[in-house]
C-alpha cells in the first residue's frame, strides 16, 4: 500500500513538473488510478482487461501512465502486451485477423505494444482530449490452445493504468457575436471554448487585430486555429492563419455540445494579442410530423388500453402495444411546403440488459421526399454502448411506382446529421464520419451494425434521390428504418454464444465461439471442424468411460459392490457430461449442464479415493467411515472451486499416506515387505502405478485445445484400466459379510463354532480367518 501510494506522489510531481503552469488560465491537476489486474493471452473478449476513465471538460492534457509487472521471477518467456485505448465505447479489436460479420463495420483503436520485462512502464499524452469516458483494454498475445489446470504455478503479468489530467477551471466562453480580446504565446496557446445548439447548420469563428512585438505593431502573426477536441479516430480542425486576420467554418457541427478552439502562436519568443469573435447559423428547424406534443401522452395511453384495459385506467404504457397495425396502410403523404426536414418523432424502449428498440411513433413506416430529407433521432447513452447498434433500411414493398433510377439515401452519424444527401455528398459530418446506405427496386434491404457504438446521439437522415433532376411520378416513398441495440452480432450464430461480461459497474458483451470457429460474430470458418470430427470428438471422449465396464465387472466379483457403485456413478456422468460438453451441434445434455460437470468431476475423485482406501486393507468399518467422510469432503471442496487442482491431488495425496502408513505398519509387525508376493508388484501394483502416473501426467501437462480429443480419452482409458490393476483381490473372509460361492433360497442363519485357524458351521463350511 505504501508503495502504490509513493508511486502515486511521484507521479504526480513528475506530472506537475512536466506540465509547468503557464501563466494565462488556472489549471488543476487530477490523477486516477485503477487497480492491478492480472492479464490473460487472448482468445476472445472476455480475456482482455477492460478500465474506463472518466475526463471531464476543459481538460487540456491527458497523461496515461501504463505498468506492467511480472509476477513471478522464473523465465516466462519475451511477451508483448497490446495495450488499446478509444474514446466514448471500449475498443474493437481483433488480434487473431479473424473475417467480421457480414455488414458489421468498425474501426481500429489506438494500438500500443509494451515490451514486458520483470516491470515495465510508457506514458502516452494526448493534448485536448475529448471529453467523456475514455477505456482502456489490455491483453497478451493470443492464446497458444495450452490448457492450464488451475492452481499450478504458470507466468502472471499484472496491468495497472493511471491517468494524470490538467483541466482548464476559468475557460473563456466565446459568446455569439461577442468580441473577445485573448493574449497566445508559443508555448500558452489562448483556449476558449464555445456552446453549440441544436438545429446548428455551421459555425464560424473569426480572429482580426493581430498585434505582434513590443510595439504593437501589426505585422504578419502566423496563428495556427484549432477547433473541436482530439478523439484518436478524429483529430480537431487546424487552419494555419497569416497576416492580421483568420477565418474557420465548420458545417454540421456537433449539436448541443461544447465546442474547443485553442489558438496557438507561431512567433518564436514573442506574444500576440488578437480578437475573436464567434458565430453560427441555424438553417432550418424541422417541423415535426407524425404525432402532435399535445396529443402524445394521450395517443401513448390509448395504445396501451388497446391491449390492456386497465392499464389505461392506472395510467400504465404498455410499450409492445405502440406497433400501430394500421400504420402500413395508412396513405403516404409528403411533409409540409415549409418544412426543409422532415423530423419523426421515436420511441424508446428498454427491453432488457443490452437490448434496446427504436420505433417510429407513428408506425414502422416513414414517408421519404426527394425534395427535403427525413431526421430521426437516436439517443444512445453510455450503459448501451456495450452491445452492437444495429440499423436495418428496408423498402416497403407498396411502393410499386417507384423506378430503377430512383434509391433512397441514407446517412448514419454520430453527434450531428448530414442534412443534405445526395449522390456526391459524403456522408460524414465536421468533426466525426457517418455511415451510407441506400436501398432501391434492386437492393430493398440494407443492414449496418456497429459493435460497441460510441455514446452519443445518432442521426439518421433519408432522402429519396434520382439520377435525373426529379423523380417524376415517385416523390414520396416508404421505407422501415429499424434501429436497436443487441447485445451481440446475430447472438453469434450456431457456433458461438453471447456473454455477458462486467467491468466493475459496466456491462458489455462478446461472443465465445466454439468447434473452431472464430471471429466478432463466430462466422469466420477458416479453421471450423468439420460435423464429422464433431460426431467424432463426442464418440471419443463419451465411449472411451466404457473402459470402465472391465473395473465395475472386477470390483463386483471381488465383492467390492460400494466401489463398483462408484465406478459405475463416474462413467454414467462422465459420458453425459462429455456428451453435453462438446462444441458446435454434436450435443446431448439429459440434465443442467452444471449438474453434469459436478457429478463429474465428484465421481472421478471419489473414484480415486476409495480405490486407494481399498488397497490399504483396513477393517470395513474404518474404510467405510473413510469413504463417507471422504466423499462429504471431496463434494464441499467440489462446491468451492470445482476446477482447482489440489481438489485432485489432495484426496489422492490424502489416501496415498494413509495406505502406505497402513502397509508399512503391516509391514514392520510382520517383518517383511507388503503385500508380501512379488508377483502381485510387478504385474498388479507397478502397471496399474505407471497408468496412473501416465494418466495425471497427460492430464496437467500435455491437454491442449486441439488434442484434448485424444488425451483426454486416453486420460480416462488409463484411470479406468488402472482400477482393474490395483483393487485387492477378494477378501477370504468376505463371504461373512453375507455372500456366499452359491445362491440358496434355504439359506438361514445359525451360529458357528470357530477354532484357532478355522471355523466352521452347522453346513461345514470352512472359513480361513485372516
Not at 460479420?101 to 514486458?116: D, E, F
Not at 489558438?263 to 464567434?278: I, L, P, Y
Not at 501394483?685 to 491437454?703: H, K, N, Q, S
Request: proline share 6%; aromatic share 12%; hydrophobic share 40%.
Amino acid at each position: 500500500m505504501e508503495v502504490c501510494f509513493l508511486r502515486g506522489v511521484l507521479f504526480v510531481v513528475l506530472t506537475a513538473r512536466t506540465l509547468a503552469d503557464d501563466g494565462q488560465a488556472t489549471f488543476a491537476s487530477e490523477l486516477l488510478s485503477k487497480p492491478a489486474q492480472k492479464l490473460s493471452k487472448y482468445g476472445w473478449y472476455a480475456n482482455v482487461r477492460l478500465q474506463r476513465f472518466q475526463i471531464p471538460e476543459e481538460t487540456a492534457i491527458a497523461r496515461w501512465l501504463f505498468s506492467v509487472k511480472k509476477g513471478h521471477n522464473f523465465n516466462c518467456g519475451q511477451h508483448n502486451v497490446t495495450i488499446h485505448l478509444r474514446w466514448g465505447a471500449p475498443p474493437v479489436i481483433n488480434p487473431t485477423g479473424s473475417v467480421f460479420p457480414n455488414a458489421t463495420l468498425w474501426s481500429p483503436s489506438l494500438s500500443l505494444s509494451l515490451p514486458v520485462t520483470s516491470q515495465s512502464s510508457t506514458t502516452f499524452n494526448l493534448s485536448d482530449p475529448a471529453p467523456g469516458d475514455w477505456f482502456v483494454a489490455a491483453h497478451l498475445p493470443e492464446h497458444d490452445g495450452r490448457i492450464e489446470q488451475k492452481g499450478f504455478p504458470s507466468c502472471s503479468y499484472f496491468f495497472q493504468p493511471q491517468l494524470s489530467i490538467r483541466r482548464a477551471v476559468d475557460t473563456p466562453v466565446l459568446q455569439p457575436g461577442t468580441f473577445l480580446t485573448q493574449i497566445t504565446a508559443p508555448d500558452t496557446p489562448a483556449r476558449l471554448k464555445l456552446y453549440v445548439p441544436e438545429f446548428a447548420s455551421s459555425v464560424s469563428i473569426s480572429v482580426t487585430d493581430c498585434l505582434s512585438g513590443e510595439a504593437a505593431e501589426i505585422q504578419n502573426c502566423s496563428l495556427l486555429l484549432r477547433l473541436g477536441s482530439a478523439s484518436l479516430q478524429q483529430g480537431p480542425v487546424t487552419v494555419n492563419c497569416s497576416g492580421t486576420s483568420c477565418f474557420a467554418s465548420l458545417s454540421n457541427s456537433p449539436w448541443d455540445a461544447w465546442l474547443h478552439v485553442a489558438v496557438e502562436s507561431g512567433q518564436v519568443n514573442r506574444t500576440v494579442t488578437f480578437t475573436v469573435v464567434s458565430n453560427y447559423t441555424v438553417g432550418c428547424k424541422p417541423e415535426s410530423v407524425g404525432l402532435k406534443a399535445d396529443d402524445d401522452i394521450a395517443v401513448l395511453r390509448g395504445s396501451g388500453s388497446s391491449s390492456n384495459s386497465s392499464s389505461a385506467g392506472n395510467g400504465s404504457v404498455n410499450s409492445d402495444a405502440v406497433a400501430f397495425s394500421n400504420a402500413s396502410a395508412a396513405p403516404i403523404t409528403p411533409p409540409p411546403a415549409s418544412a426543409c426536414v422532415s423530423s419523426v418523432p421515436v420511441l424508446y424502449e428498454e427491453l432488457d440488459v443490452l437490448s434496446l428498440r427504436f420505433t417510429p411513433v407513428g408506425g414502422p413506416n416513414v414517408s421519404i421526399a426527394d425534395a427535403r430529407p427525413t431526421l430521426l433521432t437516436y439517443p444512445l447513452h453510455a450503459h448501451a454502448s456495450g452491445g452492437t447498434l444495429n440499423l436495418q433500411l428496408t423498402l416497403n414493398s407498396t411502393n410499386a411506382t417507384m423506378g430503377n433510377s430512383s434509391t433512397v439515401v441514407a446517412c448514419f452519424s454520430p453527434w450531428a446529421p448530414v442534412l443534405e444527401l445526395n449522390h456526391s455528398q459524403p456522408c460524414r459530418t465536421a468533426l466525426f464520419g457517418g455511415y451510407s446506405v441506400g436501398v432501391n427496386v434492386s437492393v430493398p434491404k440494407a443492414v449496418i451494425r456497429l459493435p460497441f457504438p460510441q455514446s452519443t446521439t445518432w442521426y439518421l437522415t433519408l432522402q429519396l434521390t434520382c439520377n435525373g433532376s426529379n423523380c417524376g411520378n415517385t416523390s414520396v416513398v416508404s421505407v422501415v428504418p429499424e434501429v436497436f441495440i443487441s447485445a451481440c452480432v446475430e447472438d453469434c450464430g450456431p457456433y458461438g454464444e453471447c456473454r455477458l461480461l462486467r467491468s466493475y459497474s459496466y456491462l458489455y458483451a462478446a461472443c465465445v465461439c466454439s468447434a473452431g470457429w472464430k471471429g466478432w460474430g463466430c462466422t469466420d470458418d477458416s479453421a471450423a471442424q468439420s460435423y464429422l470430427r464433431q460426431v467424432a470428438a463426442t464418440l471419443l471422449l463419451t465411449l472411451s468411460n466404457l473402459f470402465f465396464l472391465p473395473a465395475i465387472v472386477v470390483a463386483v466379483r471381488r465383492f467390492y459392490i460400494t466401489e463398483a457403485s462408484v465406478y459405475l456413478f463416474t462413467m454414467f456422468f462422465s459420458t453425459f457430461y462429455h456428451a453435453c460438453d462438446q462444441p458446435g451441434v454434436a450435443v446431448m445434455c439429459i440434465m443442467d449442464y452444471d449438474a453434469l460437470q459436478y457429478c463429474d468431476f465428484l465421481g472421478s475423485i471419489c473414484a480415486i479415493w476409495v480405490t486407494i482406501l481399498c488397497m490399504a486393507r483396513v477393517r470395513h468399518t474404518i474404510k467405510y467411515t473413510l469413504f463417507m467422510l471422504g466423499a462429504l469432503l471431496i463434494a464441499m471442496s467440489m462446491q468451492l472451486d470445482r476446477k482447482g487442482l489440489w481438489n485432485l491431488l489432495g484426496p489422492i495425496l490424502c489416501a496415498i499416506l494413509f495406505m502406505v502408513i497402513t502397509w508399512v505398519y503391516r509391514g514392520v509387525r510382520r517383518r517383511h515387505c507388503y503385500p508380501p508376493s512379488w508377483q502381485r508388484w510387478v504385474f498388479f501394483l507397478i502397471p496399474g502405478a505407471l497408468c496412473a502416473l501416465v494418466g495425471v501426467c497427460l492430464y496437467i501437462f500435455a491437454e491442449t485445445e486441439d488434442n484434448y480429443y485424444y488425451t483426454h480419452s486416453l486420460w480416462h482409458i488409463l484411470v479406468a484400466s488402472c482400477v482393474v490393476f490395483l483393487l485387492p483381490p477378494k477378501e477370504k473372509s468376505a463371504e461373512e459379510l453375507g455372500w456366499s460361492r452359491g445362491f440358496s433360497w434355504s439359506w438361514s442363519w445359525s451360529p458357528r463354532v470357530c477354532g484357532y485357524t478355522l471355523c466352521q458351521s452347522n453346513k461345514d463350511e470352512l472359513y480361513t480367518v485372516t
